[in-house]
């Protein structure tokens, strides 16, 4: 089995998700994190946009959703645990899905604030 592929400690998961990825949890055996979104619209293209990174990383979370949230759970199943996978491919979903580029000083506004006909995710 390859570094990749080594369950990594409770206690190792735990702290990097501490320092690197606090909106994820590990809990059951699976890192976690529920994205509030703000209809079925946006609720797809949450969907949509972890099913893009996950293909192209190659590596498949499980997902569970509803009208206004999707909940990401990933663990690698041939390592029975986390693996440094699961984190990377979870910081990734984070850094794509959480993106507001409204709050950076660049050229892109972002959706709209305030007109529910815009609203995408729910940031927290």
Do not use: C
Not at 3 to 21: G, Y
Not at 85 to 95: C, M, N, S, T, V
């Amino acid at each position: 089995m390859s570094e990749r592929e080594k369950a990594l400690a409770e206690t190792e998961v735990t702290a990097w998700l501490s320092d690197n990825l606090p909106k994820w949890k590990l809990e059951d055996g699976w890192v976690r994190r529920t994205y509030k979104t703000t209809s079925w619209k946006s609720t797809l293209m949450v969907i949509n946009t972890v099913g893009h990174l996950a293909e192209a990383a190659w590596h498949h979370p499980d997902l569970t959703a509803s009208y206004a949230w999707v909940e990401v759970r990933l663990q690698t199943h041939s390592a029975k645990g986390i693996t440094m996978k699961d984190l990377e491919l979870a910081r990734k979903i984070e850094d794509v899905v959480a993106w507001q580029p409204g709050a950076e000083q660049g050229a892109l506004e972002g959706t709209p604030q305030g007109d529910l006909r815009f609203s995408y995710i729910k940031y927290d």
